[in-house]
């Protein structure tokens, strides 16, 4: 990597998306007189009357969740996606709609209202992707449903509205648009080389060894060479595999110990709770073979300077691109040095 | 429009981008137990010492600002862009980078530290118009600079560092991503019609009055029919015009009194100062004829149920759609509902 680059404004390429993303190295030297953001609570009771996902007590719809023991899923009292819309299109000039349906599903991590994935076992989190790979195979098989989006909105700087540790799930018709521009690469280079691009670039990382944060015999964790958020990683599986629905027993246990290592180093990076919306990225459920397909998940903090001083993905960015204040090297650097231990057990 | 689409999920085509968003009509009515902003501090003093924009104090990069009286800008102390960058491109298997460059300035409002742009008035507002048309000029005109991004990010839950009246202008080499996207449809319309598409679609609303929120005789303000944000407008010229540098002088103040009214309408929605970002979209400064442009501003504000409960574009939106939770139409008429004097006047 040229040394200029290390300092000065340039661009890079995502080559899942196919869009640059501007990076400016020097510029998180400026001080902030700006927001701040209240520090998450961290001491929270294993169970609370007042939450609507605590086992036992009422949810928003008027049901009463089950007395659950392991990770437990229902439909969204509130969907954004409902599942007996009917067909329609609309066209009248330059306006063009068409009906959308789908289910939303939230996924409670744990009955203990006091935890988040960090916290928990690797036994407790291999429920948690067990209960994922449920998910994705029943709402997947579902007709109609072509892709599932699982994700995770961690703190309530990221819209989170309930800290009971909870992920949700989207399932719908329409292949979503950021899954879209995916789709066409991954596609684009399988073709060209019958290998997916994911398993040629964690190669490369693994060779250069200097993005990677932690690795064990299935999976790497490594802040992508195109990040956009100021700690952005991705975990995937070494080998292809297009959906979680494929991972052998013993890769799922290496999926759940990487998850906690993962989690353990960004709760530790702030000495907080991190904040951070995680999605998985997997193959559509749209019936057809999918040897593309690479699955991956990956984590947006946005938290830049410390626990309350967060990066902003405002103007410029909005308007015209995508814009990082250090390198991911820098990242991946910090990251990869801080301790395994969570910082409250020591 | 299908009476059904009004409450039920749907896409809608953004045609300026060509991608789809997701509308959620009945979602807005969830209760809300997760995050507060804190209500925009509105009584500044006209001056503030602690300052780095107000007139003759210091800078953060050790200059002192002149003792202006009209709209200023200068260069960015801590820019993202840096002008003297070398050219060069970087790649290495799947690892592509290259060199960017550009400047970035500032573009102080008023020397009132006290006000916003609905308190200016007209002819302080068309002063401000004045400044961006020749930071346009200037430097679209310089040598390797292709494109120029003025925009402001208003409000501290915008990412705005310093509450004093002010946007920015980031011009650059490379033609960034939101603007490459419009770039192509506007193109493809012009060819096949020999019309911007805008010039069209304006048309179109005007004719329909489902979406519109003011209107004078050269500009329109209306809700988008691809809108993300909730309370997302969109100002355009009713002619076609390529950037703002070809504004007639009536038409500039046209723009200032459109730009008064709208931002009037926004602090009146939750009696507040509205924060959001606004950025102007106008041709590229690459030295080609651009026909196809057709500039306009949008503003993407982030509040939606209140002065203080904003919408989290995360999750989801993060890694599938774009997704809102009121329709276009909800909004445009709450807004054109709403009294055309600011709230703190009456
Ligand atoms: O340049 P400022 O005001 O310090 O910074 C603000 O605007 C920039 C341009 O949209 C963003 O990159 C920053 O994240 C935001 O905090
Ligand atoms: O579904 P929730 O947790 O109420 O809501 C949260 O996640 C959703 C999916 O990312 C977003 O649309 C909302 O803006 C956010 O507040």
Redesign the interface.
């Given at each position: 990597?040229?040394k200029?680059?290390n300092n000065?404004?340039?661009?890079?390429?995502n080559?899942l998306t196919g869009?640059?993303i501007?990076v400016?190295p020097?510029?998180n030297?400026?001080?902030?007189?700006?927001?701040t953001e209240k520090q998450a609570v961290t001491d929270r009771p294993q169970y609370d009357l007042a939450c609507y996902l605590c086992p036992t007590n009422e949810r928003?719809g008027g049901e009463n969740n089950p007395d659950y023991k392991k990770p437990y899923s229902f439909v969204n009292?509130?969907?954004?996606?409902?599942n007996d819309?009917?067909d329609?299109k609309?066209e009248?000039?330059?306006?063009?709609?068409?009906?959308?349906?789908?289910i939303c599903k939230v996924v409670c991590f744990s009955p203990d209202h006091s935890v988040t994935l960090p916290l928990m076992s690797i036994s407790a989190i291999t429920d948690v992707i067990s209960l994922w790979q449920k998910e994705y195979k029943e709402l997947g098989s579902m007709k109609g449903i072509n892709?599932v989006?699982i994700?995770?909105?961690k703190g309530?700087?990221?819209?989170?509205?309930?800290p009971h540790p909870h992920?949700?799930v989207?399932a719908q018709k329409?292949i979503?648009?950021?899954?879209a521009k995916k789709i066409d690469r991954l596609k684009d280079y399988w073709e060209k080389n019958q290998k997916s691009?994911l398993e040629?670039?964690v190669q490369?990382e693994l060779k250069l060894d200097e993005r990677i944060i932690l690795e064990n015999e299935h999976f790497v964790a490594l802040v992508p060479?195109w990040a956009v958020w100021p700690y952005e990683t991705m975990i995937l599986p070494k080998r292809k595999i297009a959906h979680i629905g494929l991972l052998t027993e013993k890769e799922k246990v290496s999926y759940a110990e990487i998850l906690k290592g993962m989690t353990i180093k960004y709760d530790n990076l702030f000495k907080t709770s991190f904040p951070y919306?995680?999605?998985i990225?997997q193959a559509p459920t749209d019936g057809e073979e999918h040897p593309e397909w690479h699955f991956h998940m990956?984590f947006?903090p946005p938290l830049l300077r410390s626990a309350t001083v967060k990066k902003?993905?405002?103007?410029?960015e909005?308007?015209?691109?995508?814009?990082r204040?250090i390198t991911a090297e820098q990242a991946a650097e910090t990251l990869a040095s801080l301790p395994s231990i969570h910082y409250s057990k020591t």
């Open positions: 990597m040229s200029e680059f000065n404004p340039h661009r890079r390429l080559i869009e640059w501007l400016s020097h510029r030297k400026r001080p902030w007189q700006g927001k928003m009292d509130f969907s954004a996606l409902l819309v009917k329609e609309y009248n000039g330059l306006l063009y709609a068409e009906s959308e349906s789908g892709h989006q994700f995770e909105n309530d700087v990221m819209g989170c509205s309930n992920g949700q989207w329409n979503p648009l950021e899954v691009i040629d670039y490369q060479y919306s995680a999605g990225h990956s947006y902003f993905m405002v103007g410029y909005m308007f015209a691109n995508p814009q204040d």
